[in-house]
């Protein structure tokens, strides 16, 4: 006759025991996410990270599938991390040059209406770039520290170091029959809504990952015959069981599966619960800093449908948005020369039409900061299809919320009402295909 709890042990949060097995003595797989946080980090709370990692030795695994999704999405993360600090760079310098052209001369006047002596004056004219351009510094100093840009790609020391790591703790590559089937059986658990991957059938490019990712780690830990610690950042409902917005423990389903299948206890924890508990049971140095960073990552995107688009209509794009491009820096240098042409003229005739001058050179700054707004768009547009999820030799995949913003960003800058692809997906949401 069995007992209410080893009958049901899979409905049971895991315990302080399994965790400390978990953490000392299991098969700890980590999830692609892991990974590609090691560039997210900032360099101390990078070098934690990985030093705890170390400290796991030959348990230290991941799937092969782990493997390749991290090679497809590594550039876009380096990416994504190095522009970062633009928008806050150029707020900064829009700053400093609407205090060039709108704040300063109206200081001077002040100086001149209130008789402020000359060190009174120089003394206001440079505190507020002063400030402002210390700012810039520490942010720029922060980018620099950071150590993540494109320009590490063939030179990469984050990628070392996890090739160093994870030498020889890499799952083989399966068999083109083992992956179909894989495949298949993915398949048939999302219509069935069994974890892992149900979750996933519209969001991602490669729907079957999370499923190719979870049979992996049952076979190896079946070969090994070890309790399974499995690592994610990833909280979807497909892999934790939740309740009143509370992570209880693993899916029942996923718990039971690892016991029938590989002889496993099963384990899933976040990363930040990671790390916590690898400062109790691995006496490892972990900081609340680094803690504090895991939390405030941003999510990982699920609620986001994978658009696939022809590399035609890509090119046509891109070439609207390239000619945009220049467009607008033309524009740009045109203004930059005619307000100091302006200036010229102000310093050297300061009664003289000065009130067209101060309105020409306000219309002119208010169209400046229009058109770095544009480049910033145009930029981030061009990005996203030079970066896509996944490619093909005829197709590219991303979201469709990227999507729109890029059409929406080709629409407005290049005045060409070309928006009927996004509104054939509005009337066909199930539409792979949009050109």
């Not at 522009?83 to 001369?105: C, H, M, R």
């Not at 490619?391 to 995949?397: D, G, L, N």
Request: hydrophobic letters at 35%; one cysteine or more.
């Amino acid at each position: 006759m069995a007992d209410l709890d080893s009958e049901f042990r899979e409905y049971y949060p895991p315990t302080d025991e399994q965790r400390k097995v978990a953490m000392t003595s299991g098969l700890v797989c980590l999830d692609t996410n892991v990974l590609l946080d090691a560039y997210r980090f900032a360099p101390h709370a990078r070098e934690e990270l990985l030093n705890v990692l170390e400290k796991l030795g030959d348990r230290l695994w991941i799937p092969h599938q782990v493997a390749g999704e991290f090679h497809r999405n590594r550039i876009k993360v380096i990416g994504d991390q190095a522009n970062a600090y633009t928008p806050a760079l150029t707020a900064l310098e829009g700053i400093l040059e609407y205090f060039k052209q709108n704040v300063s001369d109206k200081i001077r006047t002040l100086g001149r209406t209130v008789a402020l002596t000359k060190e009174e004056e120089r003394r206001i004219l440079e505190q507020i770039p002063e400030s402002v351009s210390a700012a810039w510094q520490e942010i720029d100093n922060l980018r620099t520290r950071h150590g993540v840009t494109l320009d590490m790609l063939s030179n990469d020391p984050v990628l070392k170091r996890l090739e160093e790591l994870l030498k020889g703790k890499v799952g083989a590559r399966p068999t083109l029959e083992d992956e179909q089937k894989a495949r298949e059986e993915a398949k048939r658990r999302a219509v069935e809504n069994i974890p892992p991957g149900f979750a996933d059938q519209k969001n991602k490019t490669d729907s079957s990952g999370d499923y190719l990712v979870w049979s992996q780690v049952l076979k190896e830990a079946a070969h090994r015959k070890s309790p399974i610690l499995l690592v994610t950042r990833d909280t979807k409902d497909d892999w934790f069981r939740k309740e009143k917005g509370r992570t209880i423990s693993a899916r029942p389903e996923l718990i039971r599966e690892a016991r029938e299948q590989a002889g496993s206890d099963l384990v899933i924890m976040e990363t930040q619960s990671f790390l916590f508990h690898a400062r109790e049971y691995l006496n490892a140095t972990v900081s609340d800093e680094l803690l504090s960073q895991v939390e405030q990552l941003p999510g990982i995107e699920h609620n986001n449908e994978i658009i696939h688009i022809s590399r035609n209509a890509r090119g046509r794009i891109m070439h609207k948005l390239r000619s945009a491009s220049v467009r607008v820096l033309e524009e740009n240098r045109y203004l930059k020369d005619r307000m100091e042409t302006l200036y010229e003229i102000a310093k050297n005739s300061p009664l003289e039409n000065s009130k067209e001058l101060q309105e020409e050179l306000h219309e002119n700054l208010a169209r400046r900061r229009a058109i770095a707004e544009d480049f910033e768009k145009i930029d981030k547009a061009m990005y996203i299809l030079d970066n896509p999820q996944s490619e093909s030799s005829t197709h590219i995949a991303i979201y469709r919320d990227q999507l729109r913003g890029v059409h929406e960003t080709a629409r407005l800058i290049t005045n060409d009402d070309d928006s009927h692809t996004m509104e054939d997906t509005e009337k066909d949401p199930t539409a792979r295909y949009l050109f």
